[in-house]
Structures are given as structure tokens and as C-alpha cells.
């Protein structure tokens, strides 16, 4: 019998709250077809949004860009349509049912959805994180998501977005800023330095008018 430990060592594994790190896998256990369906599902999410990265990166024309979003806007459709399947017919699957690359590409496409898709199944993704079968920080990334959407402050940080003139990084507005990192600890994520380069609360605190402004300016939500 094959039994793997995957721990994300990226997040903190010990605090008061009994916050979903890690999981025990045994692969002899797992579904094989529905694994291999999620995985491809993971590598379609993964592999488009990496070249749509890679062409920002490499300064490609925009109509090039522009054309590997509405790849990745076909992709994120269709897999929706395979994901919403699964659940409808299995149930959620976690770790321990498809192993952790599966289960991550389960999560992602919800992620990557509509926000009335994210709304839907937001009280689920609560649900088996209590039950210890989602890891705690990604419920967090999608709150974070969906207040976001819905021009909320976030809570734990996990959202930027990238000023179109100086291609500078910030975080989207965050609720009360001096509590983040406890917030973030709560959830098994890594402090907001580890996660953004030259983070400080101070520095935060003095850039949120200009996020604001680059808010009005430039119509990012």
C-alpha cells in the first residue's frame, strides 16, 4: 500500500484554528478515472493561463493577447460544464478521493467562474473545508474573490491587480489591514511579505489613495 503526505510547505500548519495544510493521501484508494479527468482539467485551466502570462510578459500585440483570453474564456466554459457534472454526480471530490492535483483543478474552475457560479457554490466549499476536505487557504482565495466582485474589501490579501502604466502590483482594498496576517495564519496562508514583494501595513496604508485613483482611472474590479 503507496500512502503519500502532501504538504504545502508555502503554508503554516500550527495555529489555534484547526485550519486544512495538508492531507494523507493513499493512492491505492483513489479514483483512477475521475483523477485522470481532473487532472486534465487542472493542466487545460493551468496551461492557458500561463501562455496568456507569458505574452504579457513578452510585450506580444495585443490582439494576440486578446486571443489567448478568449481561448482561456472557451476553456473556463467548458470545464465548468465537465466540473459541474462531477459534483452534480459525485459530490465534491477531495484529496483524498482524486489526490490533491485533481481536487485542485476541481477547485480552480469554481475559482476561475461567474460570480453567481462562485455565489452557488460557495456554501459548499465552506462545508468540506470544515470536514477537512479543501485546504482552508483556498476558501479563503475564493471569499476573497467574490468580495471582491461584489466591491467588498477583501480579508486575507490574496487578490492584485497590476497597474496598467507602472506595472506595479497591488493588493485590491483590505478590511481591517493591522489584523491581515492573524487573519492570514487562521487560514494556513504565509505572511503578506512572503506573498507580495516590499508589503508592509505602513506601505499599504500610504499607497491605498493611489489605488483608489487607479480604481477610477483605469476601471479595474
Known amino acids: 500500500m503507496k500512502i503519500s503526505l502532501l504538504t504545502f510547505f508555502c503554508l503554516i500548519s500550527l495555529c489555534a484554528y484547526s485550519q486544512v495544510t495538508s492531507f494523507i493521501i493513499n493512492d491505492d484508494k483513489l479514483n483512477k478515472p475521475l483523477k ?19 505574452a504579457l510578459k513578452a510585450k506580444k500585440p495585443k490582439e494576440y493577447v486578446d486571443s489567448l483570453r478568449g481561448v482561456m474564456r472557451q476553456t473556463d466554459n467548458m470545464n465548468l460544464i465537465r466540473v459541474k457534472n462531477i459534483i452534480k454526480d459525485k459530490g465534491w ?75 506595479k502590483q497591488y493588493p485590491y482594498p483590505i478590511a ?8 492570514r495564519t487562521a487560514m494556513g496562508m504565509p505572511p503578506m511579505q512572503t506573498y507580495l514583494q516590499d508589503w508592509t501595513v505602513e506601505s499599504y496604508k500610504q499607497d491605498l489613495p493611489i489605488i483608489e485613483r487607479i480604481f477610477t482611472a483605469q476601471g479595474i474590479r
Open 36 to 54: 485522470d479527468s481532473l487532472e486534465s482539467i487542472y493542466k487545460s485551466d493551468q496551461s492557458v493561463r500561463n501562455a496568456v502570462s507569458e
Open 93 to 167: 471530490q477531495s484529496p483524498q478521493q482524486v489526490g490533491m492535483t485533481a481536487a485542485q483543478g476541481l477547485f480552480l474552475v469554481i475559482q476561475h467562474a461567474d460570480l453567481q457560479t462562485q455565489l452557488e457554490y460557495l456554501p459548499l466549499i465552506r462545508d468540506v473545508e470544515k470536514k477537512g476536505e479543501i485546504l482552508s487557504s483556498n476558501l479563503a482565495i475564493l471569499e476573497d474573490r467574490i468580495n471582491i466582485r461584489q466591491g467588498k474589501t477583501q480579508s486575507y490579501g490574496s487578490q492584485l491587480f497590476t497597474d496598467r502604466t507602472s506595472g
Open 176 to 183: 481591517d489591514v493591522d489584523n491581515l496576517d492573524k487573519r
